[in-house]
C-alpha cells in the first residue's frame, strides 16, 4: 500500500477520487456502478465511514468520505478498488492496472470547501456533459441529497446542517454555472453564430 501525506483521522472529512489508466474507462456497464456501490455500502458498515457524497463517472470517481471509526479509512478504501479491480478483471477477462496510481486523498477541514465540493462531485455528470440534468444520472447521491429517492448510501446530516430543506440545496447545485460548461456554451454560440453568417 502506498505511503500517503495524508493523515486518516476518526472524525475528519476526506475528498477520496481517481481516474481510469490512461483516463479509459473503470466503469462498462451499469452491473459494473451496482456492483462497486453495494461493496462500498458494504465497507461502509464494517469499517464505520460515512459517506457524504458520490458520484461514479465512466473513467474517474470521487467521494467525499467521513472517516467514523478507528480504522484508518485508506484501508477499506484500498480493499474497495483492488477487490472491484480483480472483479472487473475475472468478468471481461483482461489483466492490469485499472487506475492511475493509487488512489488521491486530501482532507477537507473548512465547511465552505467541503458544500463547494458535494455541489462539484454532483454536478460532474451534467458539467462533463454525460446529462442535460443533474438528476438523469443515478451514479451518485445527489438524488438522496435532493430527496428524490430514498436510498441508503448517504449521511444526511451535514445536508441538514446548512440547508433548510432539499429544495435549498437543489437550488445551490442548480443555480451555479461552472466555467467549463459556460466556455463550451459560448462555443455553441459562437459556431451556431458562424454557420448563420455564411448563409
Given at each position: 500500500m502506498a505511503k500517503r501525506n495524508v493523515k486518516f483521522l476518526k472524525g475528519k472529512y476526506f475528498h477520496i477520487y481517481n481516474r481510469g489508466a490512461n483516463k479509459k474507462k473503470i466503469?462498462?456497464?451499469?452491473?459494473?456502478?451496482?456492483?462497486?456501490?453495494?461493496?462500498?455500502?458494504?465497507?461502509?458498515?464494517?469499517?464505520?465511514?460515512s459517506v457524504i457524497a458520490y458520484c461514479l463517472m465512466p473513467n474517474h470517481y470521487h467521494f467525499v468520505?467521513?472517516?467514523?471509526?478507528?480504522?484508518?479509512l485508506n484501508i477499506p478504501i484500498a480493499f474497495l478498488f483492488n477487490g472491484y479491480t480483480k472483479a472487473v478483471?475475472?468478468?471481461?477477462?483482461?489483466?492490469?492496472?485499472?487506475?492511475?496510481?493509487?488512489?488521491?486523498?486530501?482532507?477537507?477541514?473548512?465547511?465552505?470547501?467541503?458544500?463547494?465540493?458535494?455541489?462539484?462531485?454532483?454536478?460532474?455528470?451534467?458539467?462533463?456533459?454525460?446529462v442535460d440534468q443533474i438528476e438523469d444520472w443515478k451514479f451518485s447521491n445527489y438524488l438522496e441529497w435532493t430527496g428524490k429517492r430514498n436510498g441508503s448510501l448517504v449521511d444526511l446530516k451535514l445536508r441538514n446542517k446548512?440547508?433548510?430543506?432539499?429544495?435549498?440545496?437543489?437550488?445551490?447545485?442548480?443555480?451555479?454555472?461552472?466555467?467549463?460548461?459556460?466556455?463550451?456554451g459560448l462555443r455553441k454560440y459562437l459556431l451556431e453564430l458562424s454557420k448563420k453568417k455564411k448563409l
Open positions: 466503469f462498462f456497464e451499469e452491473e459494473n456502478y451496482i456492483y462497486l456501490l453495494k461493496k462500498l455500502k458494504y465497507y461502509s458498515k464494517k469499517y464505520e465511514l468520505l467521513r472517516q467514523d471509526g478507528d480504522t484508518a478483471n475475472k468478468k471481461y477477462n483482461r489483466t492490469g492496472t485499472m487506475f492511475e496510481g493509487p488512489f488521491k486523498s486530501v482532507e477537507v477541514e473548512d465547511v465552505n470547501y467541503l458544500l463547494e465540493l458535494c455541489r462539484y462531485i454532483h454536478r460532474n455528470p451534467v458539467d462533463d456533459g454525460l446548512y440547508f433548510i430543506d432539499e429544495s435549498k440545496y437543489e437550488s445551490y447545485v442548480l443555480n451555479y454555472k461552472s466555467i467549463k460548461r459556460a466556455v463550451r
